[in-house]
């Protein structure tokens, strides 16, 4: 287990650091085409949700920051994942050195608020983390409910760029 990732709390929820135990929910997520379509458009296979797995580990331990588990307190279930990366896209204007925030939730968690109440906790700690710096998300023009929760949170349409021979929109913010 991680443990460099603080843990943050909201009423329903709590962000910790991923688990070796999270890895099936997380596989799974990863593997169904809904949670895939606009995150590169096909799900992925065991193998690249280990290394996705390994990659959120590593965001903590050499950067000091990354993705936390999106975990339901009543239940302990495995909602989804959020929070900052550098990935050093190939991309155009070149993000890598600017917070990229991100979130990914199970289909069975959609449409219950659970996104907006993480991402609000994980702003709040990121604008703190960061000194007041910008952070930037990509996402794909179709993904309406992505597009609609970074709107609710500041994130404005800088512009469309290409990813990976896919078209997609830069959004950036700046700390409340």
């Not at 999106?70 to 900052?84: A, C, N, P, Q, W």
């Not at 990229?100 to 069975?108: D, L, Q, R, V």
């Not at 990509?138 to 896919?166: C, Q, W």
Request: proline share 5%; with cysteine.
């Amino acid at each position: 287990m991680l443990d460099n990732a603080p843990t943050l709390e909201t009423a329903r929820l709590k962000l910790r650091a991923h688990r070796l135990e999270d890895f099936a929910a997380c596989a799974a997520m990863w593997a169904d085409p809904v949670v895939t379509r606009y995150i590169g458009g096909k799900p992925l296979t065991e193998e690249e949700s280990w290394t996705k797995l390994l990659r959120y580990a590593g965001h903590w331990s050499l950067l000091g920051f990354g993705y936390w588990a999106v975990e339901e307190k009543e239940t302990g279930s495995f909602l989804g994942e959020l929070g900052f990366a550098n990935y050093k896209r190939d991309i155009q204007p070149s993000i890598s050195d600017t917070p990229e925030a991100g979130w990914i939730f199970s289909p069975a968690a959609h449409g219950q608020g659970f996104a907006s109440e993480a991402l609000r906790e994980v702003l709040t700690w990121g604008d703190i983390r960061f000194a007041g710096a910008r952070t930037v998300c990509l996402i794909h023009p179709e993904n309406v409910a992505s597009i609609r929760l970074a709107g609710n949170f500041g994130y404005e349409e800088m512009l469309r760029t290409t990813y990976k021979d896919r078209t997609a929109v830069l959004f950036s913010r700046n700390p409340q």
